[in-house]
């Protein structure tokens, strides 16, 4: 079975570019999670959604970010501008209500801002 | 709000000795608790996970950990390791009920020849 996938897993841009991260979750999940891992922060939980409606954005640093689940097999991750603290490895996490919490992850996309 | 401490940062043992982790939690409602594994360079895979009945929990590589719900601790545990368990492991806590996981700092396992 394929797993969440996520694209790009590499990108290294330039400050005041717009970086757009994609996912795609396990079929049938209904929740989504995107999540931000840094060596000073750890993991942190950026916004969730359940059945593509976000349900808890308090994570988002700031209204540079932006998220959205158009449709239940894809959701994105936007950044505009791009801050060199924006450089971190973005992951991409989905569950199924019934599997007891298990959330499942993506390999992540390694963004660096120069 | 729930929040996980892991208290070790780091832990270098030799290979085929026994190793734990140690991860505690707090909360003031019931919760599941889970252990990830990162490997370089990858996304986090679920290792083991407590929801409920026997307080302990095994993986299929050899892991075990105890929910100790008077000390509020889910310590991971290994009686002999391997190289291949190098990695990053992160404990997390969510709320029965509720589907987002709060991860701990991590744990970063060194296995020495």
């Known amino acids: 079975d394929a797993g969440v996938i996520q694209s790009p897993r590499h990108e290294v841009t330039e400050m005041g570019q717009e970086v757009t991260l994609r996912c795609k979750p396990i079929s049938g999940h209904d929740y989504l999670f995107w999540y931000r891992q840094t060596m000073m922060r750890g993991l942190e939980l950026l916004i969730y959604f359940n059945n593509n409606v976000p349900i808890d954005d308090s994570g988002m640093p700031e209204d540079r970010f932006s998220a959205k689940m158009p449709n239940a097999s894809f959701s994105t991750l936007k950044i505009q501008p791009s801050e060199p603290r924006d450089s971190a490895v973005y992951f991409c996490?989905?569950?199924?209500?019934?599997?007891?919490?298990?959330?499942?992850f993506g390999e992540g996309s390694w963004l660096t801002v120069v | 709000a729930q929040s996980v401490t892991q208290l070790d940062s780091q832990v270098p043992v030799f290979e085929e000795a026994p190793v734990e982790l140690r991860c505690n939690y707090s909360?003031?409602?019931?919760?599941?608790l889970f252990w990830y594994v990162q490997y370089p360079n990858q996304g986090l895979q679920l290792l083991l996970k407590?929801?409920?009945?026997?307080?302990l929990v095994e993986s299929i590589n050899g892991f075990e950990a105890e929910f100790n719900k008077s000390q509020t601790s889910f310590h991971l545990r290994k009686p002999s390791v391997h190289i291949s368990d190098t990695a990053e492991y992160f404990c997390a806590v969510s709320v029965r009920g509720a589907q987002k996981l709060v991860f701990g700092q991590g744990t970063r396992l060194t296995i020495n020849p």
């Open positions: 996490a989905s569950s199924l209500r019934q599997s007891g919490n298990t959330i499942y």
């Open positions: 407590y929801l409920s009945g026997s307080t």
């Open positions: 909360s003031s409602v019931s919760v599941y």
